[in-house]
């Protein structure tokens, strides 16, 4: 009965939009901006007499906005025919490997369909499924021997002399230094080019190796929040999932003793986030801040080298970071004039 009443929701027509968002207050969800439902690729709806009764969404392969009317909730078979549809969905789209990021009432339920659970905070929790795993990504990166291991996770959007200097002194104070740089797409360089050059400008270390972060190391903004409670820090919340997942897993497997962190002097979030680090890893693994890199008495920062990129301001690029990135950034800069015109 309920799967003839299964629906795709156009939420673009303002009837389906207005009963999805009743639906999902109902449910509690009450972070829910007016623009939310442009971030979702796929949603799904439940109907019993032409009343929503159920719902979820996702977006890339974040599955999101579980919502079901109290009165259909008991037994699970609606929460399963949602995640069904929803994996279904997301298996037509060639997505075989799905994230949630969910209230810690649903862990059970996802856990009965295959998930498994990544990280685990107070206000909510971190699962995976699919046809991939964090077992299988740690099983691609070779554990190192020695005493000291250090990691350091970075953007590195491009790759700065501060970034070199903080792994730099990580490598002389340690056996090994595994560095992730984030697997997510960005607006300045994209993830193979991040990586590439970390790889290049750090060439010299013999100790250093490069990782690429994929799905388990990534921007605080990937964590969904919607269904925290409107008092709940959302920083808070996405830090200590960040910080959970990197000391159960990644800290065990690599044999993690050392976390290196760039001193924030600027953001007030990424502040709070080396703070929570230091709460949530220490005292298993000793986080090690380290005064940011500077030319001229000024922190040197990716956002300033992306903003003399822009205003073609080459000489400080040359100034502020390795010759790998600043001769890819004159040939960047040079294809970039070209292509307008210029």
Request: aromatic share 12%.
């Amino acid at each position: 009965m309920l799967i003839e009443n299964t629906r795709t929701l156009y939420l673009s027509l303002p009837n389906v939009r207005q009963s999805w968002e009743n639906l999902l207050k109902q449910a509690g969800i009450t972070r829910l901006a007016s623009t939310d439902y442009l971030k979702v690729d796929y949603a799904i709806g439940i109907y019993q007499k032409n009343k929503l009764i159920a719902t979820a969404s996702f977006t890339k392969n974040i599955m999101k906005y579980f919502a079901i009317d109290p009165a259909y909730r008991e037994g699970g078979k609606t929460f399963n025919l949602l995640a069904t549809k929803l994996i279904q969905e997301m298996a037509q789209r060639q997505i075989y490997h799905q994230f949630v990021a969910t209230k810690q009432e649903y862990q059970q339920s996802f856990e009965a369909i295959g998930f498994h659970c990544l990280a685990y905070a107070e206000q909510g929790i971190l699962l995976e499924g699919g046809d991939y795993s964090i077992h299988d990504y740690l099983a691609e990166i070779p554990k190192q021997k020695g005493e000291k291991i250090a990691a350091i996770v970075m953007n590195a959007n491009p790759f700065t002399l501060g970034h070199y200097a903080l792994v730099k002194q990580a490598a002389e104070e340690n056996d090994f230094v595994y560095v992730f740089v984030l697997s997510e797409p960005q607006e300045f360089l994209s993830p193979d080019e991040r990586i590439d050059l970390v790889k290049q400008g750090t060439k010299n270390l013999n100790n250093v190796g490069i990782f690429p972060g994929k799905e388990y190391m990534v921007s605080l903004a990937t964590f969904p929040t919607y269904f925290l409670k409107k008092d709940i820090s959302e920083t808070e919340f996405q830090t200590e999932l960040d910080a959970r997942l990197f000391k159960t897993w990644v800290v065990p497997a690599l044999g993690i003793t050392k976390r290196y962190l760039g001193e924030e002097p600027f953001s007030e979030v990424t502040l709070h986030y080396n703070r929570s680090l230091q709460k949530v890893l220490e005292p298993e693994v000793q986080v090690v801040i380290l005064p940011r890199h500077k030319k001229n008495e000024i922190p040197i920062s990716a956002s300033a080298v992306r903003h003399a990129f822009y205003t073609d301001d080459l000489s400080f690029i040359k100034q502020v970071t390795p010759i790998e990135t600043y001769n890819f950034l004159v040939k960047k800069r040079k294809e970039m004039s070209q292509k307008n015109g210029n």
